[in-house]
């Protein structure tokens, strides 16, 4: 079936260097979200974007979505510890008519060294 | 405040042991969904509901009941649950069906079947 991959699965940095994640998909997505698990907590919503080559910043963290919707990065610039916890991707598959279906990727776990 | 509440927190049960984790949303979402966390495999869809008395199949339905009988609750019931369910189970809600909106998501059920 539909899969939506991740990479890296684990990334360690130390305090002070940027991180990054990446999204593909196999096919074309009607728009991706981005969703942040904390150690030992539930997956809370950062961010969707919709647009082909779409850029959406917030404070350190930098979004897009691939020209062919079918990637997306995130990017962090100068991790700080509260950075830590796994950072998933979602893509939103449409199915036909006005049904689609959200695919998460597998995640990527980043822990960050004071 | 608005939020997903799922009971228990935490379980541990024995195999063929029927239980049931509810879940229940203060939003008057239409969507609700469960979804399983593994280690490297992400969260995997187990059963959605698209509204009340509506609910189907997700990638992982097997060994899985739901019902949908009010709009604010969605349980997940294991009829005979076996050590390969040993999880961590999430439910999540949205305001618009398929996830065309965002997830709010459930603390979570950390579930271990022995």
């Known amino acids: 079936g539909q899969q939506v991959m991740q990479i890296p699965q684990y990334q360690h940095v130390q305090e002070g260097e940027d991180f990054t994640t990446y999204c593909n998909s196999s096919?074309?997505?009607?728009?991706i979200q981005w969703y942040k698990q904390r150690p030992g907590g539930h997956p809370v919503f950062l961010i969707q974007l919709v647009k082909s080559g779409e850029v959406k910043k917030q404070k350190r963290l930098t979004f897009q979505f691939g020209e062919a919707k079918k990637n997306s990065s995130l990017h962090i610039t100068a991790t700080q510890t509260t950075d830590v916890g796994t950072y998933f991707c979602?893509?939103?598959?449409?199915?036909?008519?006005?049904?689609?279906?959200?695919?998460f990727g597998t995640g990527t776990l980043l822990a960050v060294q004071p | 405040e608005a939020q997903v509440t799922q009971n228990p927190r935490y379980l541990i049960t024995v195999t063929g042991k029927k239980l049931t984790v509810t879940c229940s949303q203060n939003?008057?979402?239409?969507?609700m969904s469960w979804y399983r966390q593994d280690p490297g495999l992400g969260l995997r869809q187990i059963y959605y509901?698209?509204?009340?008395?509506?609910?189907d199949k997700g990638d992982v339905p097997e060994g899985y009941k739901v019902s949908r009988k009010e709009k604010r609750n969605f349980p997940l019931i294991l009829e005979s649950p076996s050590p390969n369910q040993t999880s961590l189970y999430f439910c999540?809600?949205?305001?618009?069906?398929?996830?065309?909106?965002?997830?709010?998501f459930g603390a979570g059920s950390r579930l271990t079947v022995l």
């Open positions: 096919t074309t997505l009607s728009n």
């Open positions: 979602a893509g939103l598959e449409p199915l036909g008519g006005a049904t689609n279906k959200l695919i």
């Open positions: 999540a809600s949205s305001l618009i069906p398929r996830g065309a909106n965002v997830l709010t």
């Open positions: 939003m008057n979402h239409e969507y």
């Open positions: 509901s698209m509204n009340v008395e509506v609910t």
